[in-house]
């Protein structure tokens, strides 16, 4: 046994072992959204997949808490570091009270455009939001430090802890709407998502001032990374908000699960995306050429995103009676083209990070562009839920080639 533990130890590298935890963390979250798939049914399960949409919306928002952090972290040092550091603990505590106040004094609002069975869901939802944002602090820390392992312990703590509370609860608490046992859910994971929290001594409500120069650099990748996150939200989820508003919830219910699955690659990339940022940055530092790094990851995601849509295409409903159930299989056609439009977008989102880590905005702008596309083709075309995934699948083939357009022209000048 310990000859085995030397091995892994001695053969595997820490970024070897993040990606092999975010992989046992995405596949939890699969699981846990896949049986509340099979145990609801559809039109509960509509319910279920609004709040889990707020999740991802969450995580977007507080993600640029986490990547503020985990750029500046690899560059300032000592003095500066700590008074970055606290007020960002400090900006991200307040930001996170005043979203969870809106959610809960908005959740009649919510319940009523969203057409769910309840509001105190969205009130438990939003009690939780202050520490998600604590949470996302901590993890930028270790991302740009590269502690990759106390990144994945805090991202196992709060997948496991959701999984287990929601459906403890739901087994022995029946008599609870199942949407507030979500909810519960949700909240509880925030908590257990904070260990490990090493960084306590930034926790402080005093503002600590940060040089000009620096504050000044801080404000300015914040600002275009809340810009860049906002289009992340606008991509990845206003689809499924969408949907739940325009179709029934039985169709909505079904549109969710399309969306589970077909995102899977977009899940996978995003383990990419978390390690590629610190090490542009750090090569950036050091003098040395980043367009390697970015080839490789690239390859990565189209070999991921080529054979998942394969995989889509040729076993649809196997796939989804294997995943949800009979109750589903009318989606079955739409699989494979939901799963190439996550697809593009996936491969789009490496070169939108790419030029994020280095300072360029100009595809950032541009997946802000294209989602607005994307929203409006939604609210002009929405005849079916067929019609919905065609008009995404055209919004993101066109931002890949503005993407690779902006690439092209900027390897070109070099």
């Not at 959740?107 to 998600?132: D, E, R």
């Not at 929405?382 to 919004?395: E, G, M, P």
């Amino acid at each position: 046994m310990e000859l085995t533990l030397d091995f892994i130890k001695k053969k595997i590298q820490p970024e070897q072992l993040f990606m092999l935890s975010v992989l046992l963390v995405n596949g939890g979250n699969y699981l846990y959204n896949l049986v509340l798939g099979r145990v609801l049914g559809p039109e509960k399960f509509a319910d279920a997949a609004i709040l889990i949409t707020f999740l991802l919306v969450l995580s977007f928002v507080a993600m640029t808490f986490q990547l503020v952090t985990a750029k500046f972290s690899v560059i300032f040092e000592k003095s500066v570091f700590k008074a970055f550091i606290s007020n960002t603990f400090r900006n991200a505590l307040i930001t996170g009270i005043i979203l969870g106040l809106a959610i809960i004094f908005f959740a009649t609002n919510l319940q009523s455009f969203f057409k769910t069975t309840s509001s105190s869901m969205f009130i438990v939802f939003g009690m939780g939001v202050p520490f998600y944002f604590l949470m996302s602090v901590n993890r930028g820390v270790f991302q740009g430090r590269k502690e990759l392992k106390s990144l994945s312990v805090t991202y196992q703590t709060e997948m496991i802890s959701r999984l287990c509370i929601t459906f403890l609860i739901l087994a022995f608490l029946q008599v609870l709407d199942t949407s507030l046992v979500i909810a519960i859910g949700i909240f509880c994971s925030f908590i257990f998502g904070l260990f490990p929290f090493k960084n306590k001594q930034f926790l402080q409500l005093k503002s600590i001032a940060l040089p000009t120069i620096e504050k000044k650099l801080v404000k300015n990748f914040f600002l275009i990374t809340a810009f860049y996150e906002l289009t992340q939200i606008v991509i990845n989820n206003s689809d499924i908000l969408l949907v739940k508003h325009y179709f029934d919830a039985n169709e909505a219910g079904l549109y969710a699960s399309l969306a589970l699955i077909g995102r899977v690659v977009y899940f996978i990339a995003w383990m990419f995306v978390m390690l590629l940022l610190p090490s542009v940055i750090q090569l950036k530092k050091e003098g040395k050429s980043t367009l390697p790094i970015l080839v490789k990851y690239l390859g990565y995601i189209a070999f991921i995103a080529i054979t998942i849509v394969l995989g889509c295409y040729l076993f649809p409903e196997t796939i989804i009676k294997l995943l949800f159930g009979k109750e589903y299989l009318q989606i079955a056609p739409l699989l494979w083209k939901y799963a190439l439009a996550t697809g593009i977008f996936a491969i789009s989102n490496i070169f939108a990070y790419y030029y994020l880590s280095l300072d360029k905005y100009v595809p950032v702008v541009l997946s802000g562009l294209f989602g607005m596309l994307q929203i409006l083709l939604i609210l002009f075309f929405h005849v079916s839920l067929t019609q919905v995934v065609h008009v995404q699948i055209l919004a993101m083939v066109l931002l890949l080639v503005v993407q690779l357009g902006y690439f092209f022209y900027k390897d070109s000048n070099r």
